[in-house]
């Protein structure tokens, strides 16, 4: 029997005892999808507080950190969620990682716990013994039989006496690794306060605030139920980055439903046809390296006369990397939604964003690729504390004020840097420039640590990456700069050509010196088959400029 919701120790309110009180109110709504089989509220609730009934046996605890070594599936937002119910702190891990890199992790976050699926379990197995803190591994899929005695298997573990509800913190936190690209992966903490700040503008259509009881978000997923007119959110990018890790945080706290892909790589002819079966109304991915291959399965289901029903989809939602316009041009071109196209990193979300609907396109309106409306808390500061002026051509930072995590874990100097006092106040700065136009919008230019200094001039990458896939000829890139004796470093493009193109580094060259200043223009272009990204969709910049160097010599 479900023991009923208890209050908060702080009277903040905490995403676990939201979601509580949500399986109360809509128990019968649907929360989770994969592979054909949907999962309630009121099951989704009743495995993860067993789930939790397992952490807890096994001594964990408020602020036990949990690892999360999974892919897509169900059972990550139920770890997710049994972590929370225990007042742990869930922890993302990429699972590419190995060795050394998934050690690091955990040492880092002092886990005590990890949940992995299966077919990680080599990895796992080679760098336990590295890490003391740990006190329960549970084990994801495959023969229950072969579970290692070092290890607890998934269904056995959800299948425990369920965890009685308690008393828990807004202040209790929320583990988001970075990517690591511009070193190596630092811990974002977010408490559950802020995390909930992160979802107003997902509630603002809705005409409710953000809940701050769990009476409140009760009511609000009732009344979402009632109307018909929950989310439905299909993780297109991996929930252990934020472009569907935040999301469907909001998704679930307006007690909506959580659907993934059953394949591991990325399928753009199984997510069109997940859309149609279980009537998704919104799809988190990013950028180019999804939205390519969703308009080409949408062009081959045209052409041979099985269009995807999309009636039900109302919303793509897009981060991590820049967003071309032909793409959503041509994405839109297919059914008439409404784009986001949003700027945020681990650091902070919501900083700006570009929105296109179908209505829009019919009216003539067009986008430009990076060009983006600055969010309500944000602003675009020099390095010496000066708001940019509108129109003046000066780059500047981009700042948000609000909502902010707490900082890195264990790295008070880089939480120093990243979350500086500007203007008298704190503010998320990650490292992204741009300027401001006279509209008051803002063209982004890219993070300053990736930027190349040419000749004595700065080029970001992405500004060169964009105007190349504009070309008909170019399907993706990536642009690094390499160590150069005459320019210091030399702006160098690793291409992916479009099927049948015969362009050659002259040909591209040559179609860039009208839409870039020539310092811009790559020195070095190698072509590859096919280009490598990480897991999410984002730039493997370190992958580029190793094959760059390897193909030198």
Avoid at 77 to 95: D, I, L, S, T
Avoid at 329 to 345: K, Q, R
Avoid at 412 to 422: D, G
Wanted: glycine share 10%; proline share 6%.
């Amino acid at each position: 029997m479900r023991s009923p919701t208890v209050a908060t120790v702080d009277g903040l309110l905490n995403l676990a005892s939201a979601w509580e009180a949500i399986a109360d109110e809509v128990g019968d709504q649907p929360a989770l999808a994969a592979g054909g089989h949907r999962t309630v509220w009121a099951e989704f609730d009743d495995r993860a507080a067993r789930l939790a009934g397992t952490m807890s046996a096994h001594g964990l605890g408020p602020s036990s950190r949990v690892a999360l070594f999974l892919f897509n599936g169900t059972e990550y937002p139920e770890a997710q969620y049994a972590a929370f119910k225990v007042r742990g702190v869930p922890a993302n891990v990429n699972y590419r990682y190995t060795g050394e890199e998934l050690a690091y992790i955990l040492q880092n976050a002092d886990a005590e716990a990890i949940v992995y699926d299966h077919d990680l379990e080599d990895r796992v197995a080679a760098i336990r013994g590295s890490c003391p803190d740990l006190k329960l591994a549970i084990r994801v899929g495959g023969d229950p039989t072969e579970t290692p005695d070092w290890a607890v298997d998934y269904e056995v573990a959800a299948a425990a006496d369920p965890m009685p509800r308690i008393e828990r913190s807004g202040s209790d936190l929320w583990f988001l690794y970075t990517g690591g690209t511009t070193g190596m992966p630092k811990a974002v903490m977010w408490d559950h306060t802020n995390l909930l700040g992160t979802m107003e503008a997902t509630f603002r259509p809705y005409k409710v605030p953000v809940p701050s009881t769990p009476a409140e978000a009760a009511d609000t997923a009732r009344r979402i139920a009632d109307a018909g007119t929950e989310i439905r959110q299909l993780c297109a990018a991996p929930l252990m980055h934020g472009t569907s890790g935040i999301p469907g945080l909001a998704t679930l706290s307006h007690g909506g439903m959580l659907a993934t892909l059953a394949s591991r790589n990325f399928d753009a002819d199984e997510l069109w046809q997940m859309v149609a079966d279980e009537r998704i109304t919104m799809v988190t991915m990013v950028g180019d390296a999804f939205g390519r291959p969703m308009v080409e399965a949408l062009d081959r289901a045209a052409a041979e006369g099985r269009p995807h029903d999309l009636s039900s989809l109302r919303l793509l939602l897009s981060s991590g990397v820049m967003f071309s316009a032909p793409v959503k041009e041509a994405l839109l071109a297919h059914h008439p939604c409404t784009i986001v196209d949003a700027l945020g990193s681990s650091e902070g979300t919501g900083m700006a964003s570009q929105v296109i609907s179908g209505s829009a396109r019919k009216a003539g309106k067009k986008e430009t690729t990076a060009r983006f409306g600055l969010g309500p808390h944000t602003k675009v500061f020099t390095e010496d504390g000066r708001e940019v002026v509108p129109g003046s051509g000066e780059r500047g930072r981009i700042a948000l004020g609000w909502p902010l995590p707490v900082g890195y874990h264990k790295d008070p100097v880089k939480t120093e840097e990243a979350f500086p006092m500007v203007a008298g106040r704190r503010w998320s700065i990650p490292g992204d420039w741009a300027t401001v136009e006279a509209e008051g919008r803002i063209t982004l230019l890219g993070r300053g640590s990736a930027c190349i200094n040419t000749g004595g001039e700065k080029v970001f990458p992405e500004e060169v990456e964009e105007a190349l896939k504009e070309l008909a000829d170019v399907t993706d890139c990536n642009v690094v700069g390499i160590d150069d004796d005459r320019w210091g470093q030399a702006v160098t493009a690793v291409v992916e050509l479009a099927p049948d193109s015969t362009a050659d580094e002259v040909a591209l060259r040559d179609a860039l010196r009208g839409p870039l200043a020539g310092y811009k223009v790559p020195k070095l272009i190698v072509f590859v088959d096919r280009l490598q990204r990480s897991p999410n969709g984002k730039s493997d910049y370190r992958w580029a400029k190793q094959l760059v160097v390897d193909a030198l010599g």
